[in-house]
């Protein structure tokens, strides 16, 4: 199957879950994640006018996108993976969304980095829904605090929040704690579905769904 062919079908069953949830499709936006996909991948799917990537790591996203994105003035880029202090600077002069804050260290080094380049980034919080020890992320119950601090304290631009539900389980419960979470602190932006869960994601309010395979085929 073509690139282009997984885009036009992924945004297909994504209008459809969007209309039987009673949201407009438009409210849905399709994140491409090109992470450890080939150039000819990548360039397939711009090829095929998709506009909106996720990256979960900053150098691969570096190589991928310093150069491309001269071409693509309308291009949007997400980081979609655990952002280390020591890469802040490179993350906020490449990426336009930043999806992961998930502790006070990183939201004030990147509140310091965005004002010194002049580049207040929309940016998501990740909450740690199934409460997993290796997974990144905010407690549920610890959100609306650290919100406060991001927003009121650290004049952070948050939109949203963001989680990766736990593998093995039903991801229907973590996405409506999102949401919960989300409309309590009035936050628009839900990000959440991925290959395996999206049309799910969708019916339960996701804004932006993160889909790699289901796009580019297995990761190389
Ligand atoms: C890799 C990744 C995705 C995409 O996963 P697929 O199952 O390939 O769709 C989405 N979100 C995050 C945070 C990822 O790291």
Request: glycine content about 6%.
């Amino acid at each position: 199957m073509s690139i282009a062919f997984n885009i036009t079908v992924t945004k297909d069953v994504i209008a459809r879950a969007a209309q039987k949830a009673g949201r407009s499709p438009a409210a849905v936006r399709l994140i491409a994640v090109s992470k450890n996909q080939d150039d000819a991948r990548i360039d397939a799917a711009l090829a095929a006018g998709q506009r909106i990537f996720g990256e979960n790591k900053v150098q691969e996203a570096q190589a991928h996108w310093e150069k491309r994105r001269l071409s693509y003035p309308d291009l949007e880029l997400h980081l979609i993976g655990p952002l280390q202090t020591n890469k802040v600077r490179a993350a906020v002069a490449l990426f336009d969304v930043i999806q992961t804050i998930d502790r006070p260290e990183l939201a004030e080094k990147l509140a310091a980095e965005m004002k010194r380049q002049g580049r207040l980034l929309p940016c998501l919080i990740q909450v740690n829904t199934g409460l997993e020890p290796q997974k990144a992320g905010i407690a549920p119950d610890h959100v609306p605090a650290f919100c406060a601090l991001c927003r009121d304290m650290l004049g952070l631009d948050i939109r949203g929040l963001m989680c990766i539900p736990p593998v093995a389980q039903d991801p229907a419960p973590h996405f409506d704690r999102l949401q919960e979470l989300a409309q309590q602190l009035g936050l628009p932006e839900l990000s959440m579905g991925m290959s395996a869960d999206y049309e799910d994601a969708v019916g339960h309010g996701a804004t932006y769904v993160r889909i790699g395979t289901a796009l580019f085929g297995e990761r190389v």
